[in-house]
């Protein structure tokens, strides 16, 4: 069950990565440079799913290479396209080499955390921030508010709060299954929010 669910994370994360640019007309240049980033970030969460399959010995540098890459998917990915799709949803436009820093801070604020023994806040501080960042990314000035942006929330939140195996709250007794529930409900939320996020995006034909 584990491996299949670390499957479906890779499989929904290639989905994700490409949901932005389904659209009916060509990316505006705005819309076109966050989308990159987004999809940037979905393809490292893909790595962090690929990862464990490809490498599932039990020796201490394979779990060293499997801890770094869940390191960037809980710390840079997923905080990446939280705050990438807040910015966007209140209209704030930055270039890449300012996500670039951004992303240098994101991972200098895990280590700092880290080294001073407060990663456990500084966990369940991120997962509930980003869950906000989506929070507004996806419905700051909409009018009228549907379901699909509220379920892509709650799946979010579920899964980088309620489901996280990495945060101490969630450790249970059963580590394996959940693990694969943070997978699969992970999985479900990548869809869902990218493909929010790429309805909010502009095209060239609507800023003509």
């Given at each position: 069950?584990?491996?299949?669910?670390?499957?479906?994370?890779?499989?929904?994360?290639?989905i994700a990565?490409?949901?932005?640019?389904?659209?009916?007309?060509?990316?505006?240049?705005?819309?076109?440079?966050?989308?990159?980033i987004v999809?940037?970030?979905?393809?490292?969460?893909?790595?962090?799913?690929?990862?464990?399959?490809?490498?599932?010995?039990?020796?201490?540098?394979?779990?060293?290479?499997?801890?770094?890459?869940?390191?960037?998917?809980?710390?840079?990915?997923?905080?990446?396209?939280?705050?990438?799709?807040?910015?966007?949803?209140?209209?704030?436009?930055?270039?890449?080499?300012?996500?670039?820093?951004?992303?240098?801070?994101?991972?200098?604020?895990?280590?700092?955390?880290?080294?001073?023994?407060?990663?456990?806040?500084?966990?369940?501080?991120?997962?509930?921030?980003?869950?906000?960042?989506?929070?507004?990314?996806?419905?700051?000035?909409?009018?009228?508010?549907?379901?699909?942006?509220?379920?892509?929330?709650?799946?979010?939140?579920?899964?980088?709060?309620?489901?996280?195996?990495?945060?101490?709250?969630?450790?249970?007794?059963?580590?394996?299954?959940?693990?694969?529930?943070?997978?699969?409900?992970?999985?479900?939320?990548?869809?869902?929010?990218?493909?929010?996020?790429?309805?909010?995006?502009?095209?060239?034909?609507?800023?003509?």
């Open positions: 069950m584990l491996s299949f669910s670390y499957f479906m994370l890779a499989l929904a994360s290639i990565a490409l949901l932005p640019y389904r659209q009916s007309a060509p990316l505006a240049e705005k819309s076109k440079r966050v989308a990159s999809s940037a970030c979905c393809l490292l969460i893909f790595l962090s799913a690929i990862v464990p399959l490809i490498v599932n010995g039990n020796s201490e540098d394979s779990q060293i290479l499997r801890q770094i890459f869940d390191n960037l998917q809980l710390y840079l990915a997923l905080p990446l396209i939280s705050t990438i799709i807040m910015s966007y949803g209140i209209g704030k436009d930055y270039s890449k080499a300012a996500w670039g820093r951004w992303s240098l801070v994101l991972l200098a604020m895990f280590e700092l955390c880290r080294r001073a023994d407060i990663g456990d806040y500084y966990s369940i501080s991120i997962a509930v921030l980003s869950s906000v960042c989506i929070a507004i990314g996806l419905i700051y000035k909409v009018s009228i508010v549907n379901k699909v942006p509220v379920i892509a929330l709650l799946s979010f939140a579920l899964a980088t709060i309620m489901l996280s195996p990495n945060l101490s709250l969630n450790i249970a007794t059963d580590s394996l299954r959940e693990a694969s529930l943070y997978n699969f409900s992970l999985s479900a939320a990548l869809c869902l929010v990218c493909l929010c996020f790429g309805k909010r995006l502009s095209t060239i034909d609507s800023t003509r």
